[in-house]
């Protein structure tokens, strides 16, 4: 029986550096991830980045902002019902007169207004809602405009003489009589108005970012985020103060106006297209998350210049912030060697149409 052979393992750290040609010197932390970054890109050419010197590292700060306004809108829904109009009033003796002189309207006892008589539990939740309130209070009740509240009319087949064709036959429709029940009011003579109110929710939502670095939207949203300030107002309206709303928010990033920049997002996307009388506002609810991250600058020398930005010179820059499950990430937008970087260096050259990348 054979022994296997032992495995002989090797331990990396101590064999002979010999892949690393281009690396002569230590990199500060945050260049060392950088270059591990480029490292990564299939098309990025590196060996510039391991050469790099390090400028300053700034702090920097993001926020995203969430608005949620709950509006409300309301309206009466009236529905008309054939109804018993009655009271055969006489003028002189005639109901035919007196229904020339009656009101064709009797009112009930009147409903308030809309908007400030009726109260209603707003919805806790953000989704879309709806309520139905009878107000009859609001009835009110309407004659018959066909019939005036005779409930019949003149048959309209035979012109009320019940009989058709030289009268020599009964009238079908009316059988005989001239006379029909009135169809539009059933015979009632009148209608019967009621209202409904119609209360209906919605919550309109909004989100912002303000930063005082150059992070693009999308990174900022996947980025990790901490709660930094959130508000929640019953009531609001349209006259109520967001100044006060904001004064909460204590902000120490330079740079960043957060309490303005609520203020501003509130205005703009907020209550200038509320201004209607259909719709209005009951409550304010605004969640502030901060994502606190790195700016670096470097340069590579004067061989290398910025071509994103001309003003920068010979100075590139790059942001570290916490990514997706907090994993430290890095996002650059002005790296020179990013395109065809694998061909070598006479080859690479910063352009926006690598679409590998
Ligand atoms: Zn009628
Ligand atoms: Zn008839």
Known sequence: MTQPATEMILDPTKLPNTTTVSQTKELPKVLAD???????????????????DLINVQKKVAYQCHMKILMEGRRLHWEETPHPWGGNETFLGSTTLGRFFENTTRYGQGMGDIWNDYSFALPSHDKKSKIRRHLPEGNYLTRCTRCRGKCIVTCIYCLGDGRINNNTEY?????????KRCSRCK????????????VKWHTRKSTWYCQNSYLPKKKIRKGTRTQFWSTRIVPWSERSSV????????????GIDLRLNIINHYNDKHLKPTRSKSIIMRRF????????????QYTMGDNYTNKRDSTKGTTFRFCQY????????????????????????????????????
């Open 243 to 254: 100044e006060n709303a904001v004064q909460s928010v204590i902000e120490n990033a330079p």
């Open 285 to 296: 609810q605004c969640t502030v998350e901060r994502m606190d991250f790195e700016e670096i």
């Open 171 to 179: 009238c079908s429709q009316c059988h005989g009589a001239g006379k």
């Open 187 to 198: 015979g009632l003579g009148g209608f019967l108005h009621s209202p409904t109110l119609v």
């Open 34 to 52: 950088f270059k591990k970054y480029v490292d990564s890109k299939f098309c990025y050419y590196s060996e510039p980045a391991g050469n790099a």
């Open 322 to 357: 916490p990514g997706p499950k907090g994993r430290s990430t890095i996002y650059e937008n002005d790296y020179p060697l990013n395109c065809c970087g694998c061909f070598g260096p006479t080859l690479a050259c910063y352009s926006c149409c690598c679409n590998i990348l």
